[in-house]
């Protein structure tokens, strides 16, 4: 019998857990102690929302985990190791990380931990980073090919908890204490097995054909529990392996949109660099309006930020961002267009504004998702796809509902008149600001700079 270390990471859950199931072996009808390290250098780049939801995530861990979960706040290279050390460990388990600073932060700690070993089971995705390779052992460059190889790799099927687990308790905890209560962060705080079983009830059948409406709610909103591991991917696939329509294309083009999330995975796995930086360089020569040093470019950074550009989409979008922590897929689209194409911003200032602010904030999907749209990414979506924010919201809030819910000075505009202000009398009443740029023109300045970066 022995005492094991589970040191929780974007793992936060009990069913499905490859790592538990190690440590539990490896205790040999022992104890595992569940540990979940705060460290500084990652709250102090997660927003309020992400903390939130970490918190959230935290406080249903240390239920599942029959109130055994450890919490320490510190440099887990220290924290891990003197933990060990009191509970007198004799293994450490973690499920496996992909992002640059989660796997050089897990070197530190094995490092750290000297003659106690280290060891990694699972990872938060279905396949893990760095398994799908092309026939001559290559990374995939593009998704389409990575989603079929992806597919006929397969996963393994979801475990439930070990039977017969027994949690320590002999270790002081700090508990949440450390962590921010932040009481006025948005949310949706609904365990992920109950959103999850909504959705398939409800939404599944219908996701296919209606999942770019922005005014629709039928999208799985799983994008947070996926963030801190309080659903398994697998699990979700396997529930719609099983599921009656889990053949249609509806409940296929759902398994498509948790291939990208792993196939950005896979990209910033081979390609580090590129989480913060082009991953192609053939835009390497295109100018963009800098923030830092031109007083005009920053204004229009801030319009963008708080949504007081003068396009409703737009500034629905922006808005929704900052009042829930989650914004609808096609209008992260739409605004990451807006400050890359229309105010040519580079997109990092973007990308970082997102992770500030979102729930499900996550390295690879937020990085990689701002480089498709920007044209610097993986996907050969040429640079000069512009979208129109005007169409788009025509397109994807039809009646207007999603902008009124957002922006409270248009909510007196009827109809799909709300997405042109400048065409409805009295829109601009009650303070809705004019545009602060001309589409039409800022368009044509995009191409022209991208006509001089690639000639
Ligand atoms: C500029 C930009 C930034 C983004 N930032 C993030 C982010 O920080 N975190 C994040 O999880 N997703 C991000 N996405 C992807 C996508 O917008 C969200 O995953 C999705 O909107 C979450 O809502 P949902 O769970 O209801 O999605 P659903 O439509 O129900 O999709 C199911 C799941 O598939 C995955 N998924 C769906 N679309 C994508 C995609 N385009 N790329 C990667 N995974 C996808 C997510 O895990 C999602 O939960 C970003 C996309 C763009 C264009």
Redesign the pocket.
Known sequence: MATTVLWLRRDLRLHDHPALHAAHEAATGGDVLPLFVLDPTLLASAGRARLASLRWALVQAHEEYDGSLVVRSGDPATVVPRVVQEAGASSVHVSGESTPYGRLRGRRVHDALGDVPMHAAGTPYAVSPGQVRTTSGSPYQVFTPFSRAWRDHGWPAPESAPAGLRFCRRVDSEGLDALPEIDDAPGQDVPALTRWRE?LDEDLAT?GSE?DRADLDV?????????YGTIH?RTMLADIAAHEAGASTSAQK?VT??A??E??ADVVWHHPRSAWHDYRDTLAQLRYDDPETDGAAREALEAWCTGTTGYPFVDAGMRQLLTRG????RV??V??SFLTKDLHIWWPH??RH??DH?R???????N???Q??AGTGTDASPYFRVFNPVTQGHKFDPDGDYVRTYVPELAHVRGKAVHEPWTADGAYDHGYPRPIVDHAEERRETLARYEAATA
Request: charged share 20%; no cysteine; net charge positive.
């Open positions: 959705f996701y999942r999208t799985s909103r799983m994008s947070e529990h996926l963030k991917p759902f949109e948790l990208w999330r196939f950005y989650w914004v609808h897929n992260r689209m605004v990451a973007g990308a997102f992770l979102l499900d904030g996550d390295l690879a999907s937020n990689h998702g701002w498709w749209v």
